[in-house]
T-cell receptor
Framework: AQSVTQLGSHVSVSEGALVLLRCNYS??????LFWYVQYPNQGLQLLLK??????LVKGINGFEAEFKKSETSFHLTKPSAHMSDAAEYFC??????????FGSGTRLQVQP | GAGVSQSPSNKVTEKGKDVELRCDPI?????LYWYRQSLGQGLEFLIY????????KSGLPSDRFSAERTGGSVSTLTIQRTQQEDSAVYLC????????????FGPGTRLTVL
């Protein structure tokens, strides 16, 4: 069975600082991996995804993530945090079942 | 174009009542998913429809939950004899249907069972 682990339910950074949100996956086959963002009282919006090809994936709003098979990780980064980045972030995987398996989420707080 | 829409946005019901939640997917998307988001359980898969194939119901938590998709488009999630533990946000998503396709989410229906 596949699973997704997000380390840190809450992360706080200062505006302009590096954002690093951690995601590790566990599955018997290489999964497709996704990062979604959820703003208050809204649905989930895709930030980026890894399917095949280049392991460094660039997404919207300056975010990127690198698929590292040897570390079973797909950490999300952004060089410089903005106040508007405050939201909850979810990592998710799909190993062919089509239904996504989500991590427990990380709430990002950005301090002025 | 129009995204995924869900109705109602909020639903308050009494324990034991039945509720129906509606999802309108993006036009042309053959795949439709229901997920549940709750404080204790996070985001959980409930059910998946793909074209005319039999749905994947493996995530439904009990036989009080059912869903249908009419004409390959609109879907209704029905919860019978609601319990307080059914209180959650129910999210619908749709995608073109291929492995790895992006799932586009609606805003959700917040269900409160008193």
């Amino acid at each position: 069975a596949q699973s997704v682990t997000q380390l840190g339910s809450h992360v706080s950074v200062s505006e302009g600082a590096l954002v690093l949100l951690r995601c590790n996956y566990s599955s018997s086959v290489p999964p497709y991996l996704f990062w979604y963002v959820q703003y208050p009282n809204q649905g989930l919006q895709l930030l980026l995804k890894y399917t095949t090809g280049a392991t460094l994936v660039k997404g919207i709003n300056g975010f990127e993530a690198e698929f590292k098979k040897s570390e079973t990780s797909f950490h999300l980064t952004k060089p410089s945090a903005h106040m508007s980045d405050a939201a909850e972030y979810f990592c998710a995987s799909d190993t062919g079942r089509r239904a996504l398996t989500f991590g427990s989420g990380t709430r990002l707080q950005v301090q002025p | 174009g129009a995204g995924v829409s869900q109705s109602p946005s909020n639903k308050v019901t009494e324990k034991g009542k039945d509720v129906e939640l509606r999802c309108d997917p993006i036009s042309g998307h053959t795949a439709l998913y229901w997920y549940r988001q709750s404080l204790g359980q996070g985001l959980e898969f409930l059910i998946y429809f793909q074209g005319n194939s039999a749905p994947d119901k493996s995530g439904l938590p009990s036989d009080r939950f059912s869903a249908e998709r009419t004409g390959g488009s609109v879907s209704t999630l029905t919860i019978q004899r609601t319990q307080q533990e059914d209180s959650a946000v129910y999210l619908c998503a749709s995608s073109p249907g291929e492995y790895g396709d992006t799932q586009y989410f609606g805003p959700g229906t917040r269900l409160t069972v008193l």
